[in-house]
């Protein structure tokens, strides 16, 4: 059984899909690309494909991860020109490599978002930052289908940046003239602190409440690196095993055997 690793998008008014709507366009896209994919077993068999760390539905992505089991060898990045084909503008398959190692999941420790604020001055936004990064701790409320809960949206944020708006390259939604950036970096901790608990955050310290909804992408996830503070690529190392395994990394072994003489 071969095991590929994907990287895909959630762009445009395809931010606002849902995980189960993206299960089920993702599996329509596997039988119009006659992927040989492996089964679970029992009554109802089902193409087994792992999700991970799904970003919320509303919010765009460029990067989206799961993993595929397949019966018969591919090629990844023939397989990922297939399957992007497949699926459709705005869900899209990026990169794709063969699993060499175990634990994705386990890479995906941290996220890089971003928040654009229509409406709101980048003065104000990052006085609010400044707020909120001074304080020990800043306490939220979220309602699940538990109830409301109240959690710390402080702790979990390593890096948090506010810049003027530099242009619309995606044109999903009309500017006004003030509009502020900000660029979030939040460990995945229990509760998850998401990009909308941290405006609530902001609201809490600062006083600063967009006119509008805020747009949120996630620009990238993976593992966090306490040394630079920075999120790495979660498929590398699968990518450097790949490398190390080709034929072409192996050192050419001498012609003559040890010891031999010459003729």
């Not at 399957?83 to 490599?97: K, M, N, Q, W």
């Not at 902001?202 to 006083?207: E, G, H, K, W």
Request: charged fraction near 25%; include cysteine; hydrophobic fraction near 40%.
């Amino acid at each position: 059984m071969q095991r590929i690793r994907l990287r895909y998008t959630k762009r445009g008014r395809l931010r606002f899909t849902s995980h189960r709507d993206f299960q089920r366009a993702f599996e329509r896209a596997l039988r119009r690309a006659e992927v040989p994919m492996a089964y679970s077993a029992g009554f109802t068999p089902h193409p087994k494909v792992s999700y991970a760390n799904a970003a919320p539905t509303g919010t765009g992505s460029e990067a989206e991860y799961l993993e595929i089991a397949l019966t018969e060898q591919r090629d990844p990045e023939t397989l990922r020109a297939l399957l992007d084909e497949s699926l459709p503008a705005g869900l899209d398959i990026t990169d794709a490599v063969e699993a060499r190692t175990l634990g994705l999941a386990d890479r995906l420790t941290a996220s890089v978002w971003e928040l654009r604020l229509e409406g709101v001055a980048v003065e104000d936004a990052e006085k609010a930052v400044e707020a909120f990064l001074a304080a020990e701790t800043v306490e939220v409320q979220r309602k699940t289908k538990n109830g409301v809960r109240t959690f710390d949206a402080r702790s979990a944020v390593t890096e948090l940046t506010a810049a003027r708006h530099q242009g619309d390259p995606q044109g999903d939604r009309p500017l006004d003239s003030a509009c502020a950036i900000l660029r979030l970096v939040v460990r995945h901790v229990t509760p998850a602190v998401r990009p909308d608990d941290v405006l609530s955050g902001l609201r809490a310290v600062a006083d600063l409440a967009p006119p509008v909804p805020a747009a949120v992408t996630r620009l990238a996830q993976g593992l966090f690196d306490e040394e630079s503070g920075t999120v790495t690529d979660p498929l590398a190392p699968d990518r450097e095993a790949v490398t190390a395994a080709s034929p072409t990394a192996a050192v050419t072994a001498p012609a003559t055997a040890p010891g031999a003489g010459t003729a």
